[in-house]
């Protein structure tokens, strides 16, 4: 019986992974904020969480019944429990208390994804397969969405609709060579915003190249084989529409992390140079052959770079909002060091206690997960969040020769956190972050050396 438990269990987990971009919900509550919808105050039960609830059910039943002790390495789970009572807590300051018990439930889940992906029997190598299927199939959808220059809406995928001309909708400003302003949709995926999906991409575009530098070849085969040919192929063709989908989202953030993965990468695995060298000439292919249609778009993406009033006025309006949010996240941390203003409640208490009566669009997250989860959750709670994060750097310097990946992941996601707010304030980032953070651990237990990890507990 508990076989096929287990096994129900892995295929749900794999299913999980695949369907984690699908932003398939029911809305509960539509977040409002001085009048104006919020999306930061929206609560909706998402098919993904209900997905991970079953399979943790079941897993819990497998470790009751086979009396199987799965919560070994008490550091990582102290730092994880520490992030999770210092957001209880912040209940008792927040204005929005019905956004931190959703904030609660969402780390919950988040935590239990890290756990499934932990404690389950499948290899890392296995659970990174949907993963990148799905991000293929995003490559795929972005290319036609930035092609078309418009999001087909469906409630049942999750897509909401955008097109260029859409007030709201992220694009890139740029003159024409003919002088003629236009206005270029950025692409989304089935995700809620391009950097979103440069995000998932460039994680994705790691593990890819990862896994095409480390294909095994039989030291008794004088030539490939077929089936190390057919990975060879499979994986290029990931790499290259990856790396359309990033290209094509416009993510400087992203396409940063992403750089930091591969310099990481090359570093450590410079004696599989010439895979690398593959890898990185299909990168560089892709991205030449867009660059020569549409590098005229990144221009305007480039500080310091832009020639016209017009490729700048996005650019000023974006960098000059993030000042005043950085400004916004220090004026809180100084008044509440301790508690935080509430899980979830950056925007709100922005709202009451600093600058009143703005648009409810204007009242945006701080673009830096750090700030953000000290501004929410007060500074212990970011200490015991930097404690779990240096867990898995310390432990995966120390295998980087062996699984360099896992110090690629989490240098491409350090980067995402310096630079945007995503990944701890929307419900897919909170999943991918706990995903990717899960695929890490899993890889430094898989590649760890035993006489370095003595006091690895």
């Known amino acids: 019986m508990s076989l096929k438990l287990k096994k129900i269990t892995n295929f749900l987990l794999l299913a999980i992974v695949f369907l984690i971009p699908l932003q398939t919900r029911y809305i509960w509550r539509v977040g409002m904020l001085n009048k104006g919808p919020f999306e930061y105050a929206t609560i909706a039960l998402y098919g993904t969480d209900i997905l991970i609830l079953l399979t ?16 070994k390495y008490k550091k990582y789970w102290l730092a994880i429990v520490g992030v999770g009572i210092f957001s209880c807590l912040s209940l008792f300051v927040a204005s929005e208390k019905t956004l931190v018990l959703y904030g609660l439930g969402k780390l919950a889940i988040g935590a239990s994804l890290f756990w499934l992906i932990y404690s389950s029997s499948l290899s890392y190598k296995k659970i990174i397969i949907p993963l990148l299927i799905m991000a ?6 972005s290319f036609w969405q930035f092609s078309q220059q418009a999001t087909p809406a469906n409630k049942w995928l999750g897509l909401a609709s955008h097109t260029s001309a859409e007030l709201g909708a992220s694009v890139v400003e740029a003159l024409s060579a003919d002088g003629h302003s236009e206005r270029w949709l950025r692409a989304y995926g089935s995700l809620d915003h391009p950097n979103m999906l440069g995000g998932f991409l460039a994680i994705s575009l790691l593990i890819a190249i990862w896994l095409l530098i480390n294909i095994k070849k ?14 060879e192929l499979v994986l290029s063709l990931a790499i290259i529409l990856n790396t359309a989908g990033l290209f094509l989202s416009f993510s400087r953030a992203a396409i940063l992390a992403f750089g930091l993965g591969l310099i990481i990468l090359f570093i450590s695995q410079y004696k599989l140079w010439p895979r690398l060298l593959l890898s990185l000439f299909l990168v560089v292919a892709v991205s030449g052959a867009l660059a020569s249609q549409y590098g005229y778009l990144y221009v305007t993406r480039a500080p310091n770079i832009a020639v016209s009033s017009l490729d700048k006025r996005l650019e000023a309006k974006s960098i000059s909002e993030r000042i005043e949010y950085l400004n916004q996240a220090k004026t809180i941390i100084k008044t509440y060091p301790l508690l935080g203003v509430g899980l ?11 600058t009143t009566k703005q648009l409810s669009y204007y009242y945006q997250p701080v673009h830096n997960v750090f700030l953000l989860v000290a501004s929410e959750i007060g500074l212990l709670g970011l200490a015991c969040l930097m404690i779990f994060l240096s867990l898995l750097l310390f432990n995966s310097l120390k295998i980087y ?3 360099s990946l896992s110090l690629a992941l989490l240098g491409a996601l350090l980067v995402i956190m310096i630079f945007d707010h995503w990944l701890w304030s929307l419900h897919f980032g909170i999943l991918f972050s706990w995903l990717v953070l899960g695929l890490t651990f899993k890889l430094i237990l898989e590649n760890k050396n035993e006489s370095n990890f003595k006091n690895f507990n």
Do not use: M, Y
Request: net charge positive; proline share 2%.
């Open 56 to 71: 943790l059910l079941i897993a819990l039943i497998i470790d009751f019944t086979t009396n199987k002790e799965n919560f």
């Open 401 to 403: 020769k062996n699984c």
């Open 218 to 231: 039989d030291p008794s085969a004088l030539k490939a084989t077929r089936g190390q040919k057919i990975k």
């Open 344 to 354: 979830g409640n950056f925007g709100v208490a922005v709202s009451e206690r600093i």
């Open 136 to 141: 293929s199939l995003q490559g795929i959808f």
